[in-house]
């Protein structure tokens, strides 16, 4: 792992072979209707930063190029594998049909601790609207549904921040 000082963290522009030599992770990230451009871009930094093998951007959402997704992302866009979507059910169920196993990020009765996570390989992590949450329909069809414990007096966290902690949950298994 390179060690860079803080002006050089900011700024990245991979070579065709650099982007070759990264070894993916079998992690998919699908956005459900994300209203935040910066919860967007930062979900990109993230994918990067764990090797995902893409993002889906799913219904009524902004989507690259995007110069407020851009700010987010830090480039990380251009090199991050995506694609759009208009139905996340439909999505889900091709997935699914692939084998991978899906996961919600969602506040829910259903939902286990992400500390109880005990993910199968392909893995893909279903993050919804930051208001609205993922859809019942959509909850529906995960295989499991996690939460992260909020101790506090707010019961709400950022997207972006819970799909990391449980996608760096999901690397321990790999």
């Known amino acids: 792992m390179k060690k860079l000082d803080a002006k050089k963290l900011r700024k990245s522009e991979p070579t065709p072979e650099e982007l070759k030599k990264i070894k993916r992770n079998p992690i998919y990230f699908v956005l459900d209707e994300i209203l935040d451009t910066f919860n967007v871009g ?3 930094r993230l994918a990067d930063a764990v090797a995902a093998e893409k993002i889906y951007l799913c219904g009524k959402m902004e989507t690259p190029p995007s110069s407020r997704i851009h700010k987010a992302a830090v480039g990380t866009e251009a090199w991050v594998q995506w694609d759009k979507v208009d139905s996340v059910t439909k999505l889900i169920k091709r997935l699914r049909n692939q084998g991978t196993y899906i996961i ?3 506040q829910d009765p259903q939902a286990i601790s992400y500390q109880s996570l005990e993910p199968r390989f392909p893995v893909a ?24 414990p909020l101790l506090g007096i707010n019961k709400s966290f950022n997207v972006w921040g819970s799909a990391a902690v449980v996608a760096y949950k ?5």
């Open 42 to 44: 930062s979900m990109f």
């Open 104 to 106: 919600a990020v969602e």
């Open 125 to 148: 992590l279903v993050l919804g609207h930051e208001t609205k949450g993922i859809s019942k329909k959509v909850l529906k069809e995960a295989d499991v549904i996690v939460e992260l």
């Open 170 to 174: 999901v690397l321990e298994a790999l």
